[in-house]
């Protein structure tokens, strides 16, 4: 399972906790045979191993009244023990591609229907490679705000779901998260995103 | 400790695996009284609990040559068990401060240094706030190539430590991210990065 790794993996990752969503895995490895034994501990879900990611965030630009938003979500944390400002994003079930995923996450989270799939990404991009092997693809979408469907969004939230949307004019993304970043926690891919609306339009 | 929160908590947090690193930690609640109890899993850093994100992300665009790069890292991930794309990092010491962080893991991790801070977020950015408690902040630096201190960068890793500079010229970083993830994981902050200098680029 560690074909390509530069470190000397020692005996089998052993799992050292079982919960009943994720689990803790340790490995010992050293990175040459000179160097002192190390321990990496990550964390796992709970899943059958395949090749898709665990789950996908859905980018989407909301077209309304000739103005842009991107909606986004803010939902409470239990693990941050706070409020937190994401992206509207889930898990994909079984036998689901990604894009139906996304579209029924973004459904269910915010009410809204998206009206054109703009792009998906390929692979598994890691969320935190240092903790833990979760992954998710991005996927980009465009919301028509003055369709019929999308007039009166109404959520259908799980049993563990609270969720606010948020619409943010689109070309204030970054005034926006760096206005709130002290008083809810913005996902780091939100304000990465944001970083790089402002990065092109600065310098390039 | 959960204040704001709309759950209703039962007892209180119970840590039921005590790692090296790591703690994985069970909150129970339940969405309304009559709804049913759920369990929360998450994981947590051994760490004093303090005000600062566990580590900084250094967005740092390298000027040479009257061209522009941005300096990324590819590493082993032993949690992925694969090679990640990822933005130089690390996780902050105690008594140090986000910046001085930031300049000593560009240093250490890719030889280069920063010439000048271009911004450094506020708050915490949680990373898979659905999972863990995991927080950073992104620093933003400029690096200039052709100073003499930048001629020969060399890198002083750790023990845990292989890793691979790569530069990516700064406008073709989503070409280059969709060239190679199904190759090595891209972080979900490097890829949302450059999906978002592509969205302005075609959008605003």
């Known amino acids: 399972m560690f074909a390509g790794c530069p470190f000397k993996i020692l005996g089998q990752p052993k799992f050292v906790y079982d919960g009943k969503w994720l689990k803790m895995?340790?490995?010992?490895?050293r990175k040459c045979d000179s160097s002192p034994e190390q321990v990496w501990e990550s964390v796992h879900r709970r899943r059958d191993?395949?090749?898709?990611?665990?789950?996908?965030?859905?980018?989407?630009?909301?077209h309304?009244?000739?103005k842009k938003y991107f909606i986004l979500i803010k939902q409470y944390r239990i693990p941050?023990?706070?409020?937190?400002?994401?992206?509207?994003?889930?898990?994909?079930?079984?036998?689901?591609?990604?894009?139906?995923?996304?579209?029924?996450?973004l459904k269910e989270e915010t009410g809204y229907t998206a009206t054109k799939v703009l792009s998906?990404?390929?692979?598994?991009?890691?969320?935190?490679?240092?903790?833990?092997?979760?992954?998710?693809?991005?996927?980009?979408?465009?919301?028509?705000?003055?369709?019929?469907?999308?007039k009166n969004p109404k959520q259908n939230l799980g049993d563990g779901e609270v969720i606010e949307v948020v619409l943010v004019e689109c070309d204030r993304l970054l005034s926006y998260v760096e206005l709130i970043c002290t008083e809810v926690y913005v996902e780091s891919v939100v304000y990465a995103f944001?970083?790089?609306?402002?990065?092109?339009q600065r310098f390039l």
């Open 120 to 150: 998906c990404t390929k692979g598994k991009q890691g969320l935190s490679p240092g903790l833990a092997d979760e992954s998710l693809n991005f996927m980009m979408v465009e919301v028509d705000g003055d369709a019929p469907e999308n």
């Open 80 to 105: 941050m023990a706070g409020m937190c400002l994401e992206f509207p994003a889930g898990l994909i079930d079984d036998g689901e591609t990604i894009e139906a995923a996304g579209l029924r996450e």
């Open 64 to 66: 309304k009244d000739g």
């Open 49 to 62: 191993s395949n090749s898709k990611p665990d789950g996908v965030d859905v980018l989407a630009a909301l």
């Open 25 to 29: 895995r340790e490995v010992r490895f």
């Open 194 to 200: 944001a970083l790089g609306m402002n990065y092109a």
